[in-house]
């Protein structure tokens, strides 16, 4: 039995969203879940987080941030409804192939 080698280079898309890309304000008045929301979409609408970047772990972003994993979840969600990420169970969160036509103010109103 003779094994062939396989040559294929396999491209992973980036990991993304570490806590070092995100500034938390805890005596802010804008609650927590919203900065966070409002800085990962940034990211994504400037190219920052390409499509198919991986983000980190709901678990990871919420110790490293020290917020409840659960505020990361609901953070994930809220860009998975505005079309920023897909998530499966899993598989982790990724950013959308195709991030919603929204800019600017009016992504943020959406917040």
């Given at each position: 039995?003779?094994?062939?080698?396989?040559d294929h280079?396999?491209?992973?898309p980036?990991?993304?969203?570490?806590a070092g890309d995100l500034?938390?304000?805890?005596?802010s008045d804008?609650?927590?879940s919203?900065?966070i929301f409002?800085?990962?979409?940034y990211?994504?609408?400037s190219g920052?987080?390409?499509p198919?970047?991986r983000?980190?772990?709901?678990?990871?972003?919420?110790a490293?941030l020290?917020?409840n994993p659960?505020?990361?979840?609901?953070?994930?969600r809220?860009?998975a409804?505005?079309?920023?990420v897909?998530?499966?169970?899993g598989?982790g969160?990724?950013?959308?192939d195709?991030?919603?036509?929204?800019r600017?103010?009016?992504?943020?109103a959406l917040a």
């Amino acid at each position: 039995m003779s094994m062939e080698r396989n040559d294929h280079t396999v491209t992973n898309p980036p990991t993304a969203a570490s806590a070092g890309d995100l500034d938390v304000e805890r005596d802010s008045d804008v609650p927590i879940s919203t900065q966070i929301f409002w800085q990962l979409a940034y990211q994504i609408d400037s190219g920052r987080l390409l499509p198919g970047a991986r983000l980190a772990p709901v678990r990871e972003l919420g110790a490293a941030l020290r917020v409840n994993p659960n505020t990361i979840r609901a953070v994930y969600r809220r860009l998975a409804d505005a079309g920023y990420v897909t998530s499966r169970h899993g598989a982790g969160t990724h950013v959308a192939d195709r991030p919603p036509e929204r800019r600017g103010a009016e992504a943020l109103a959406l917040a």
